[in-house]
């Protein structure tokens, strides 16, 4: 089945501490890629997306994510994480091949102890 | 602009009850979509619809219904709740244009019990 992984469900990290999530994706041809995330008790905000052109995509908030297509990945990385990143974050795909709908990786919670 | 708006915020109800979510947007959008959040499960989709008078099935449609009567307003209703149906309910809307950007809702806790 074509689906959405993301490999870490919980993930705790001290401040300044560098970030990295991955995902990957199983489908083939055109696809569009989303990083969201939701702080605690709200809802889902976009962190950035990536529709084509260079594959290092910078987001808000001094994220930024790298698509390699060849691995057909998209992995999250943050230089140096504070507290308030402490949320959860979710890759999402909208694929043509799954009729343009997002798809939803399962969602990593990150912690950040002050 | 409100966005994308939810009501109600919270709701408990009881086996077999029924009850109707509301998602309303106000940023003209054609898509609207209903989701589920629950844990270690990203969000699923429930419904979604491409344009006023027309909705589709998503991943987990059963035990759901929904309308869409106006280009702004997609109802989301359990005609009879269940406690897997017990989760959190997003809604999300975005343009017909080429950008694929969903802009979410801020949820609604439903607990059936």
């Known amino acids: 089945a074509q689906s959405v992984s993301q490999h870490n469900h919980h993930v705790i990290l001290s401040e300044a501490a560098s970030l990295e999530l991955g995902c990957n994706y199983s489908?083939?041809?055109?696809?569009?890629l989303f990083w969201y995330v939701q702080y605690p008790g709200q809802h889902l905000q976009l962190l950035l997306k990536y529709f084509s052109g260079d594959p290092l995509v910078k987001g808000i908030k001094g994220f930024e994510a790298e698509f390699i297509k060849s691995k057909f990945s998209f992995n999250l990385r943050k230089p140096s994480v504070q507290w308030s990143d402490t949320a959860e974050y979710f890759c999402?795909?909208?694929?043509?091949?799954?009729?343009?709908?997002?798809?939803f990786g399962g969602g990593t919670r990150v912690l950040v102890k002050p | 602009n409100a966005g994308v708006t939810q009501t109600p915020k919270f709701r408990v109800l009881k086996t077999g009850q029924s009850m109707t979510l509301l998602c309303a947007q106000d940023m003209n959008h054609e898509y609207m979509y209903w989701y589920r959040q629950d844990p270690g499960m990203g969000l699923r989709l429930i419904h979604y619809?491409?344009?006023?008078?027309?909705?589709a099935k998503g991943e987990v449609p059963d035990g759901y219904n929904v309308s869409r009567l106006k280009k702004q307003n997609f109802l989301l209703g359990l005609e009879s709740a269940a406690p897997s149906q017990t989760s959190v309910y997003f809604c999300?809307?975005?343009?017909?244009?080429?950008?694929?950007?969903?802009?979410f809702g801020p949820g609604t806790r439903l607990t059936v019990t």
């Open positions: 489908y083939g041809g055109t696809v569009n």
């Open positions: 999300a809307s975005k343009d017909g244009g080429s950008s694929n950007e969903q802009y």
């Open positions: 619809s491409v344009g006023e008078g027309t909705t």
């Open positions: 999402a795909v909208n694929a043509k091949a799954a009729g343009n709908k997002l798809t």
